[in-house]
T-cell receptor, first 115, second 110 residues
Framework: DADVTQTPRNRITKTGKRIMLECSQT?????MYWYRQDPGLGLRLIYY???????NKGEISDGYSVSRQAQAKFSLSLESAIPNQTALYFC??????????????FGPGTRLLVL | LAKTTQPISMDSYEGQEVNITCSHN???????ITWYQQFPSQGPRFIIQ???TKVTNEVASLFIPADRKSSTLSLPRVSLSDTAVYYC???????????FGSGTRLSIRP
């Protein structure tokens, strides 16, 4: 979805390096999410944020941190990258139309390789 | 630990109806069921969402039995462009629970 952009699209880094993955959205949504996708495991939630003052850990937050710089921007950092963090990372957004689960809109993904 | 289970892969032919079932035995009262479609090198894309019984939109139907421990995504008259990975998601509105299945790779043949 062009309304959700991720940079970079591909990244190769070395063990121990700090890297940041960035996500921007023009949908005007308050909620943003970071997932990782591994072959055979589907998507797993790393962190999510409901507004700029709200950050929540997901299922697999260890080794990651996030920053919600503005409503439209949500960054994921790997403070000291390790090889098992090699994966495809997706950012997503959703609005908050009251009750019910929220439809999520995903970015194109960032492919990260940690050597 | 809550788990969402779906078949790894399915094959079908153009023009056929395809049904993909997801098992979610530990679904909670506040959980909804959502299905996403993913093409290579793209993020998942919303298909359909439901809470119980049947939901239908322009591309698919979602069948949910009374006990809600499973759900079935139905794609009518598939075409080659429906070849993709389909994910079942069980989650609530607060995002405190978001459980994706491991995905079903659907291959459509001419």
């Amino acid at each position: 979805d062009a309304d959700v952009t991720q940079t970079p699209r591909n990244r190769i880094t070395k063990t121990g390096k700090r890297i940041m993955l960035e996500c921007s959205q023009t949908k005007g949504h308050d909620r943003m999410y970071w997932y990782r996708q591994d072959p055979g495991l589907g998507l797993r939630l790393i962190y999510y944020s409901f507004d700029v003052k709200d950050i929540n850990k997901g299922e697999i937050s260890d080794g990651y941190s996030v920053s919600r710089q503005a409503q439209a921007k949500f960054s994921l950092s790997l403070e000291s990258a390790i090889p098992n963090q090699t994966a495809l990372y997706f950012c997503a957004t959703s609005d908050d139309p009251g009750q019910g689960a929220k439809t999520q809109y995903f970015g194109p993904g960032t492919r990260l390789l940690v050597l | 630990l809550a788990k969402t289970t779906q078949p790894i892969s399915m094959d079908s032919y153009e023009g056929q109806e395809v049904n993909i079932t997801c098992s979610h035995n530990n679904i909670a009262t506040n959980d909804y069921i959502t299905w996403y479609q993913q093409f290579p090198s793209q993020g998942p894309r919303f298909i359909i969402q439901g809470y119980k019984t049947k939901v239908t939109n322009e591309v698919a139907s979602l069948f949910i039995p009374a006990d809600r421990k499973s759900s079935t995504l139905s794609l009518p008259r598939v075409s080659l462009s429906d070849t993709a990975v389909y994910y079942c998601l069980v989650g609530n509105s607060s995002a405190s629970k978001i459980i994706f299945g491991s995905g079903t790779r659907l291959s459509i043949r001419p």
